[in-house]
């Protein structure tokens, strides 16, 4: 033993038929895994946008309801209520970023899915005033049988209504499961080990703001089409993104969010492919089902003045009441 020792130290392997280990074949190995999770990565950022421009689409039109029907007219709200509404719930928005904003501001506070849900709806709901008070005075501006173009107001907050509307019932659905379990509150559970309820802004930020959102959905005629569902897919290719790019280029060591740990690409592909082909397309189906049943429980029957008509002449016309 202690010469075959000696002799592969003095590099005598070669004549006793021993070889020394190659230590690149283990490098080659790492490299080529680094390699192909790498790969599954860019799938799995691509799939989600190939899948909504395919499935789905990146549309931001309205048709075939006009624009100026879907952002101002309301199936229970005469226009000027209806702009009403929109004002005030962007004030609300705008209250509640502010103070949450100031609650809880610390360096990485971009980080987190919420809060990027929470600048799109105040986005969304600044834009939305300014949508419906171009839809309301279409028919001042422009002359009757003319097809005024969309503006770019009611564009963009067709991108961000199908992108804030799912987004919003994810964040509120997995905060109230997997961060604060409902089966574990102390109002519900009585162990010693309940959790209590969180703070009043965190409650709003992670379900009074879905309310929200889902009560100036039913309370207009915004369109939630299957051709103009791709955004959030587009959403979360962006955010994945970022998070590969938090991992590879910035060297953190921390993850994003601890489902999302690069440092296991395994587990973290399993449960981002989850959420990208199935949870995302059921958010998506739920708001299309709220929309149709919106839309077919009286929301396609707006009561329109007899001059508006020249500019929605799909809506009824307005019966005359006698006077009794």
């Known amino acids: 033993p202690v010469c075959l020792k000696l002799s592969n130290i003095c590099g005598g392997g070669r004549a006793t038929g021993l070889r020394k280990p190659r230590a690149g074949g283990r490098q080659k190995g790492t490299l080529a895994m680094f390699e192909l999770w790498r790969l599954g990565a860019a799938g799995l950022i691509a799939g989600p946008v190939l899948l909504g421009g395919v499935v789905f689409g990146y549309n931001f039109r309205t048709e075939p309801v006009p624009w100026s029907v879907a952002f101002g007219t309301s199936p229970c709200l005469r226009p000027t209520a209806l702009l009403f509404l929109n004002i ?89 499961v997997l961060r604060k379990n409902v089966a574990k509150l102390c109002m519900i559970n009585e162990d010693e080990a309940c959790e209590h309820l969180p703070g009043y802004l965190s409650i709003g930020v992670h379900g009074f703001n879905f309310l929200l959102c889902t009560i100036s959905f039913m309370a207009g005629r915004i369109p939630f089409h299957r051709k103009n569902a791709g955004w959030l897919m587009l959403l979360g290719s962006v955010y994945l993104s970022w998070s590969l790019a938090h991992h590879l280029l910035l060297g953190a060591e921390n993850p994003l969010y601890g489902p999302l740990d690069w440092r296991r690409p395994n587990s973290t592909m399993k449960i981002y492919a989850v959420v990208a082909f199935v949870t995302y397309p059921a958010a998506i189906g739920f708001y299309m089902l709220l929309a149709r049943m919106r839309d077919c429980c009286g929301g396609g029957k707006p009561e329109v003045e007899p001059e508006q008509r020249l500019m929605h002449p799909h809506m009824p016309r307005v019966e005359s009441r006698s006077m009794s």
């Open 88 to 176: 005030l719930l962007a004030v609300v928005f705008l209250a509640m970023y502010g103070l949450y904003l100031q609650a809880s501001w610390q360096p990485d506070w971009f980080h987190f899915v919420t809060h990027w849900s929470l600048s799109i709806q105040v986005v969304y709901f600044c834009v939305l005033p300014w949508a419906t008070w171009a839809a309301m005075n279409t028919s001042k501006s422009f002359p009757p049988h003319a097809k005024p173009e969309q503006p770019t107001a009611v564009s963009l907050a067709m991108v961000l209504a199908h992108m804030q509307l799912p987004l919003s019932l994810l964040v509120t659905c997995l905060f109230w």
